[in-house]
T-cell receptor, first 114, second 115 residues
């Protein structure tokens, strides 16, 4: 299977701890998106990468959040000093520049902050 | 700013009955519209998209949607549902080539198909 993969699938952490999630996009997809989905809501855009460049960040992405995409391949999303309000599903999606209207989503990482 | 409203949070329906999931959007410019489906504990899967051209769009699993510019709607329909269609459905609008094609989603509609 060559779809978008995300690790870990589930993460339980205590308030105040740091967590890092990884997303591996479909190979050769140069666009990568992070979204956050809370219970009962649709996904909300967090940030966007084109190759290794982070080109857009949502206001939802506070200073405690940082995302990287070194070498334009996989991406990491780190949350520092987690808060209970960070509990959500974090979704990654990728797309190919020539058909960038279709985004392929990974299964998500479910974060629970206790 | 663009936004999406899904008018029904839950839609119960019996197997083999028709279904319509309603979606309205707001945008001051041309839009690209999408319907995604999410099964439990899975990511989102694209059902269909409208970029331009024919206003009736056919997607996977027998779903179709009609783009209505005057009513700013993009309702999803299926003539006969199956138990396996039970899932969460999301309508989304893209900021298109003016931006980076990020998706703005509605809150979702939970379709529950009963035998």
């Amino acid at each position: 299977d060559t779809g978008v993969s995300q690790n870990p699938r589930h993460k339980i952490t205590k308030r105040g701890q740091n967590v890092t999630f990884r997303c591996d996009p479909i190979s050769e997809h140069n666009r990568l998106y992070w979204y956050r989905q809370t219970l009962g809501q649709g996904p909300e855009f967090l940030t966007y990468f084109q190759n290794e460049a982070q080109l857009e960040k949502s206001r939802l992405l506070s200073d405690r959040f940082s995302a990287e995409r070194p070498k334009g391949s996989f991406s990491t999303l780190e949350i520092q000093r987690t808060e209970q309000g960070d509990s959500a599903m974090y979704l990654c999606a990728s797309s190919w520049d020539r058909n960038s209207y279709e985004q392929y989503f990974g299964p998500g990482t479910r974060l629970t902050v206790t | 700013a663009q936004s999406v409203t899904q008018l029904d949070s839950q839609v119960p329906v019996f197997e083999e009955a028709p279904v319509e999931l309603r979606c309205n959007y707001s945008s001051s410019v041309s839009v690209y519209l999408f319907w995604y489906v999410q099964y439990p504990n899975q990511g989102l899967q694209l059902l269909l998209k409208y970029l331009s051209g024919s206003t009736l769009v056919k997607g996977i699993n027998g779903f179709e949607a009609e783009f209505n510019k005057s009513q700013t709607s993009f309702h999803l329909r299926k003539p006969s549902v199956h138990i396996s269609d039970t899932a969460e459905y999301f309508c989304a609008v893209s900021d298109g080539p003016r931006g980076y094609n990020k998706l703005i989603f509605g809150a979702g509609t939970r379709l529950a198909v009963h035998p």
